[in-house]
């Protein structure tokens, strides 16, 4: 068909998907790295059924992003002709939300091997515990939740305990790869490097190096350097001072 | 495909699963509140986080739950650290249990080092953009290099990198600041055991994987080729450690005046000294031999052969008892094997005809059985087709030939005009001067080409002793 044939709507239809599509992308970009951050800790003194259910629900909704977002990414990799700059986004799209479902694979696994690992059936368990120094608290599931579905929600299916969960995602992955032929080496970065340094606004001034550095000196300004000599400054390795 | 050339059936890779099973149990003891290490608080400028110990407190901990000294526990608490179960806050590039009041804190077991989950690029990728954005500059040098590889390498997923840093970053900003000092902390205790800085010892080093042992797939036909591996196993021939050690220590003593590393060369070494008068004196082309040399020969026939200059005295005496079929026919198969796979049919054609049929000229005197075989072998010939009849003559030669060549008046005449080449001991200043005097070496295509000379020479002097010419001589006189 020709391209002036296609009416505007279908081209503003389109284009709206895209946008869509990169939003949901942003939004699961989200919900993977909030998970990421609790999923630390887990088997820690902090985990907890509590922790385990807040899981369970930024689970839920990955689920329901990213198959939203693999049938929209299908059907608009489908159908499509050859239209340059629209294909190279969508492709672009594909390689991301690839590597976004790897990565999230990858952390489920560990989570899953985890709660079997420190299983929390019983009292006793509790102790076994890890102590980490966490003091705990909900804040990153509260931003989790606050992620929502750029579409309108309705059609997806109930997400699977976590191991149905993996073996799906893994099908999921396997049919991704043999549907589309999308090279994954054509799509180019957007983005140069070191661009994203000190892009993050600090509300404080200080960096962890810094609060290392006082924990140092706060804590025994007479031992550093790896003797007790008083000129040592070195390293243990390279004292020669002795 | 991949081709793997070794033969220990999976035992190259270094499984540390099960140590790290131990190591894990060990760990969750002593994180126990009641019976593990005890716990300080660590006090930052106005927060306190708990859970902090010290070097020596953990030490004796472990000292006293395994019953082991100071030293061992020392070591084990290092592997503990170097492992990255539990980390050190200050100095937290050096990896070691240091046994005073430094303070230490457990890793969370997100961060355990599994080998079933390993820690790949794209995590240390998203791991250096997370460091960067906190604050220009905080990236090492190798960091640095490794980031601009990365984005290299990684291209394609670049932006997915950057966009799961930002909201790793923004989601760990909700915490509380403790709570992110602690996970900041064990992210860098994590990366450090994984991705060492250079030249720094690390404790996950293993050699070449060439199995994946965490690869769960085991076929039915890996299974059967295990078994019938073990099968053989079990049916190979033993020996006692008593006799394969005697043996050991009968070759050491044969052989320990020999040894250029445990004997002083006579007469100098010559890397050492830089005179190369050892090396004259044992060219493969040396009319007088030195007497380490001749003594060498008499420890085995092997010994003998391998030398060019010993095969040659060998010869001689072969020939003055015209029994040299039996050599001949062990270099004719020498040269089979060496030689090019385009002159073996040739090669084996002369061979047959000149050693193999009754009546040939040097006819051999092997069994029935093994010439069979050997005649059988010719018709399709190939490199090793005449291995049964060649080990079979060496074993003739080594049982008779040779002892009676040890006790031939040839060799004891070369006995003595071996020489005994005096020891020098130069000086430092007579080291240089030789130095400077050094002359070029002979060049080894030269060598070899006089080998080669001499070879024909031989090769023609000793042509087969017809036996027909002797008779005829004999009846003659």
């Given at each position: 068909?020709?391209?002036?044939?296609?009416?505007?709507?279908?081209?503003?239809?389109?284009?709206?998907?895209?946008?869509?599509?990169?939003?949901?992308?942003?939004?699961?970009?989200?919900?993977?790295?909030?998970?990421?951050?609790?999923?630390?800790?887990?088997?820690?003194?902090?985990?907890?059924?509590?922790?385990?259910?807040?899981?369970?629900?930024?689970?839920?909704?990955?689920?329901?992003?990213?198959?939203?977002?693999?049938?929209?990414?299908?059907?608009?990799?489908?159908?499509?002709?050859?239209?340059?700059?629209?294909?190279?986004?969508?492709?672009?799209?594909?390689?991301?939300?690839?590597?976004?479902?790897?990565?999230?694979?990858?952390?489920?696994?560990?989570?899953?091997?985890?709660?079997?690992?420190?299983?929390?059936?019983?009292?006793?368990?509790?102790?076994?515990?890890?102590?980490?120094?966490?003091?705990?608290?909900?804040?990153?599931?509260?931003?989790?939740?606050?992620?929502?579905?750029?579409?309108?929600?309705?059609?997806?299916?109930?997400?699977?305990?976590?191991?149905?969960?993996?073996?799906?995602?893994?099908?999921?992955?396997?049919?991704?790869?043999?549907?589309?032929?999308?090279?994954?080496?054509?799509?180019?970065?957007?983005?140069?490097?070191?661009?994203?340094?000190?892009?993050?606004?600090?509300?404080?001034?200080?960096?962890l190096?810094?609060?290392m550095?006082?924990?140092?000196?706060?804590?025994?300004?007479?031992?550093?350097?790896?003797?007790?000599?008083?000129?040592?400054?070195?390293?243990?390795?390279?004292?020669?001072?002795? | 495909?991949?081709?793997?050339?070794?033969?220990?059936?999976?035992?190259?890779?270094?499984?540390?699963?099960?140590?790290?099973?131990?190591?894990?149990?060990?760990?969750?003891?002593?994180?126990?509140?009641?019976?593990?290490?005890?716990?300080?608080?660590?006090?930052?400028?106005?927060?306190?986080?708990?859970?902090?110990?010290?070097?020596?407190?953990?030490?004796?901990?472990?000292?006293?739950?395994?019953?082991?000294?100071?030293?061992?526990?020392?070591?084990?608490?290092?592997?503990?650290?170097?492992?990255?179960?539990?980390y050190?806050?200050?100095?937290h590039k050096?990896?070691?249990?240091?046994?005073?009041?430094?303070?230490?804190?457990?890793?969370?077991?997100?961060?355990?080092?599994?080998?079933?989950?390993?820690?790949?690029?794209?995590?240390?990728?998203?791991y250096?953009?997370?460091r960067?954005?906190?604050?220009?500059?905080?990236?090492?040098?190798?960091?640095?290099?490794?980031?601009?590889?990365?984005?290299?390498?990684?291209?394609?997923?670049?932006?997915?990198?950057?966009?799961?840093?930002?909201?790793?970053?923004?989601?760990?900003?909700?915490?509380?600041?403790?709570?992110?000092?602690?996970f900041d902390c064990q992210e860098r205790a994590y990366w450090i055991?994984?991705?060492?800085?250079?030249?720094?010892?690390?404790?996950?080093?293993?050699?070449?994987?060439?199995?994946?042992?965490?690869?769960?797939?085991?076929?039915?036909?890996?299974?059967?080729?295990?078994?019938?591996?073990?099968?053989?196993?079990?049916?190979?021939?033993?020996?006692?450690?008593?006799?394969?050690?005697?043996?050991?220590?009968?070759?050491?003593?044969?052989?320990?005046?020999?040894?250029?590393?445990?004997?002083?060369?006579?007469?100098?070494?010559?890397?050492?000294?830089?005179?190369?008068?050892?090396?004259?004196?044992?060219?493969?082309?040396?009319?007088?031999?030195?007497?380490?040399?001749?003594?060498?020969?008499?420890?085995?026939?092997?010994?003998?052969?391998?030398?060019?200059?010993?095969?040659?005295?060998?010869?001689?005496?072969?020939?003055?008892?015209?029994?040299?079929?039996?050599?001949?026919?062990?270099?004719?198969?020498?040269?089979?094997?060496?030689?090019?796979?385009?002159?073996?049919?040739?090669?084996?054609?002369?061979?047959?005809?000149?050693?193999?049929?009754?009546?040939?000229?040097?006819?051999?005197?092997?069994?029935?059985?093994?010439?069979?075989?050997?005649?059988?072998?010719?018709?399709?010939?190939?490199?090793?087709?005449?291995?049964?009849?060649?080990?079979?003559?060496?074993?003739?030669?080594?049982?008779?030939?040779?002892?009676?060549?040890?006790?031939?008046?040839?060799?004891?005449?070369?006995?003595?005009?071996?020489?005994?080449?005096?020891?020098?001991?130069?000086?430092?200043?007579?080291?240089?001067?030789?130095?400077?005097?050094?002359?070029?070496?002979?060049?080894?295509?030269?060598?070899?080409?006089?080998?080669?000379?001499?070879?024909?020479?031989?090769?023609?002097?000793?042509?087969?002793?017809?036996?027909?010419?002797?008779?005829?001589?004999?009846?003659?006189?």
């Open positions: 068909m020709n391209r002036w044939r296609r009416s505007v709507g279908e081209l503003q239809a389109r284009r709206q998907q895209v946008t869509e599509c990169e939003q949901a992308l942003a939004a699961l970009s989200k919900v993977t790295a909030c998970f990421q951050q609790m999923a630390s800790s887990l088997g820690s003194n902090t985990d907890g059924s509590g922790l385990r259910e807040e899981l369970a629900d930024i689970r839920a909704m990955a689920h329901r992003i990213y198959t939203g977002l693999h049938k929209r990414l299908i059907t608009l990799l489908t159908e499509m002709e050859q239209r340059q700059e629209d294909r190279e986004q969508v492709e672009r799209l594909w390689v991301l939300f690839l590597s976004s479902l790897e990565t999230f694979q990858k952390d489920l696994q560990k989570t899953s091997s985890l709660q079997e690992l420190f299983p929390l059936t019983q009292r006793r368990d509790r102790s076994t515990l890890i102590k980490t120094g966490y003091s705990g608290g909900s804040e990153v599931a509260a931003r989790a939740a606050t992620v929502q579905t750029p579409w309108v929600s309705g059609e997806e299916e109930r997400c699977p305990d976590l191991q149905k969960q993996i073996s799906r995602m893994d099908s999921l992955l396997q049919e991704m790869l043999q549907t589309v032929n999308v090279p994954v080496w054509t799509v180019e970065a957007t983005q140069e490097a070191w661009l994203e340094v000190g892009k993050e606004e600090h509300h404080d001034d200080e960096t190096e810094d609060l550095q006082v924990e140092v000196i706060s804590q025994d300004s007479t031992t550093t350097g790896c003797c007790h000599h008083l000129n040592c400054r070195l390293g243990c390795l390279l004292c020669l001072v002795n | 495909m991949t081709i793997r050339s070794n033969r220990d059936h999976a035992q190259h890779y270094r499984p540390r699963m099960t140590c790290l099973k131990k190591v894990e149990a060990l760990v969750v003891e002593m994180q126990d509140s009641k019976s593990g290490v005890t716990a300080t608080e660590q006090k930052l400028n106005v927060t306190t986080i708990p859970h902090v110990m010290t070097g020596q407190d953990i030490l004796a901990w472990i000292a006293n739950k395994m019953k082991m000294d100071a030293e061992e526990a020392q070591a084990l608490g290092t592997m503990l650290v170097a492992y990255g179960y539990i050190p806050l200050q100095d050096k990896l070691i249990l240091k046994p005073d009041g430094s303070f230490f804190r457990f890793q969370t077991p997100y961060f355990w080092p599994v080998q079933k989950w390993q820690a790949e690029d794209i995590d240390y990728a998203i250096l953009a997370k960067n954005m906190r604050k220009k500059g905080t990236l090492e040098v190798y960091e640095q290099a490794r980031y601009n590889e990365f984005h290299k390498w990684l291209n394609p997923k670049w932006d997915f990198i950057v966009m799961q840093a930002t909201e790793q970053y923004r989601a760990n900003k909700q915490r509380q600041k403790a709570d992110r000092v602690v055991v994984q991705r060492p800085p250079p030249r720094a010892h690390s404790a996950l080093d293993c050699m070449d994987r060439l199995v994946d042992p965490n690869d769960e797939t085991r076929t039915y036909d890996h299974y059967r080729r295990t078994t019938i591996y073990l099968q053989q196993a079990m049916a190979r021939s033993r020996v006692k450690s008593t006799v394969s050690l005697g043996a050991l220590v009968k070759y050491i003593n044969t052989y320990k005046n020999h040894d250029p590393f445990l004997a002083p060369c006579t007469p100098s070494n010559p890397w050492l000294s830089e005179d190369d008068t050892y090396w004259e004196l044992n060219l493969p082309t040396v009319e007088v031999p030195t007497k380490m040399r001749v003594e060498r020969w008499s420890f085995s026939l092997m010994d003998l052969f391998n030398d060019p200059r010993g095969r040659k005295d060998f010869k001689l005496f072969l020939k003055k008892e015209f029994s040299g079929e039996n050599m001949a026919f062990w270099e004719a198969a020498e040269d089979m094997v060496w030689g090019s796979a385009a002159s073996m049919a040739d090669q084996s054609q002369t061979i047959f005809k000149t050693f193999l049929i009754p009546g040939a000229p040097r006819w051999i005197n092997i069994d029935g059985r093994t010439m069979g075989l050997t005649v059988k072998g010719l018709e399709h010939p190939h490199r090793y087709v005449l291995d049964a009849a060649q080990t079979h003559v060496f074993l003739l030669m080594k049982k008779d030939t040779f002892f009676r060549y040890l006790k031939s008046p040839v060799y004891k005449d070369m006995q003595k005009r071996a020489i005994v080449p005096p020891l020098h001991n130069y000086s430092d200043a007579q080291v240089e001067q030789n130095a400077r005097n050094r002359r070029p070496g002979t060049d080894p295509i030269l060598i070899w080409q006089q080998l080669e000379t001499e070879r024909k020479a031989a090769d023609l002097a000793g042509k087969p002793v017809d036996i027909s010419t002797i008779k005829n001589k004999i009846d003659r006189k």
